[in-house]
């Protein structure tokens, strides 16, 4: 079943004629995780806008839930956890104030759950907002977002300002969300957290969708990256091999991104003069780079 679903979702800014999201097809299965990868200013954060319906579409639409978001805006937004990208909070109130003013917007909040957010993130709640730092402000917001356990989590870069061992919490948080049969669409420009996330990702790259893939899938087609080092002047030419998607000039020799068994590659490059190969399997920045370039 998807629990979101956009059909030619297209926004463009009053003022403006750049398409801030052009014609988005997306569908995010119930269950997954789905990281939307892509620089600031790509489109993510207009995307999680117009499935909230905080704004409205140019064109196309979006269902969440099988329903229309604009159409049954209340009823899809009873069902989801928000975490806006920028965080605005009531800065005169408490922490646990705030929590408990959000609550009466939630229903079957679980306060066993939400007491150990609060404990993970080692949040004091009894400070004023305006004494939080930036990073204690993001983890207040996760914990509103978490809270009562929702079937959809739309998170908007929620590691923004968070400290690696709270990053490193924030995953296996996530990653627990399952246990409930939650589903999680974030926003991230970090493809290491993606990494480490995701059932699959979209690529997204001025307003258009540039690739979706599965993570596992990655693996499976084994792609590796080889970087040979050599003194000599090889003809691009010689690079055209079955199996080899990219070659780049380095410093040191050349860099490549193949796909599939390397075997064939490594007899036919073994008879150019190379003083060293090196292989290992790519990042998924490695990745993102080759899409967007």
Not at 1 to 26: R, S, V
Not at 30 to 37: D, L, M, N
Not at 196 to 223: S, T, Y
Request: glycine share 8%; with cysteine.
């Amino acid at each position: 079943m998807n629990i979101i679903e956009t059909k030619n979702l297209t926004k463009i800014y009053h003022g403006t004629t750049n398409k801030a999201l052009n014609k988005l097809n997306l569908e995010v299965i119930e269950g997954e995780i789905f990281g939307f990868i892509g620089p600031n200013g790509a489109g993510k954060s207009t995307t999680i806008r117009l499935l909230l319906d905080l704004i409205r579409p140019t064109a196309g639409n979006a269902e969440i839930f099988g329903f229309d978001v604009n159409k049954k805006s209340l009823k899809v937004r009873q069902g989801i956890g928000y975490l806006p990208g920028e965080i605005f909070l009531p800065e005169s109130m408490t922490g646990i104030e705030c929590i408990h003013y959000y609550s009466g917007f939630k229903k079957n909040i679980d306060s066993a759950y939400l007491n150990s957010l609060l404990k993970r993130f080692d949040l004091n709640t009894k400070k004023k907002i305006r004494e939080y730092s930036k990073g204690n402000k993001q983890k207040l917001a996760i914990v509103l977002a978490l809270m009562n356990k929702s079937k959809l989590l739309l998170l908007d870069e929620p590691t923004s300002g968070l400290d690696p061992m709270n990053q490193q919490e924030f995953y296996s948080i996530i990653l627990e969300t399952k246990k409930w049969g939650a589903t999680t669409f974030f926003s991230t420009h970090i493809l290491e957290e993606a990494q480490k996330l995701c059932d699959r990702v979209g690529i997204i790259k001025e307003g258009k969708l540039v690739k979706i893939e599965n993570i596992e899938e990655f693996k499976q087609k084994n792609i590796r990256e080889m970087h040979l080092e050599t003194s000599d002047s090889i003809p691009l030419s010689h690079f055209q091999i079955p199996g080899i998607e990219k070659v780049e000039r380095t410093t040191t020799g050349y860099h490549i991104i193949t796909i599939g068994p390397n075997a064939e590659i490594i007899k036919k490059i073994s008879h150019e003069h190379i003083t060293d190969i090196k292989i290992a399997e790519p990042s998924l920045e490695e990745i993102f780079m080759h899409f967007y370039k």
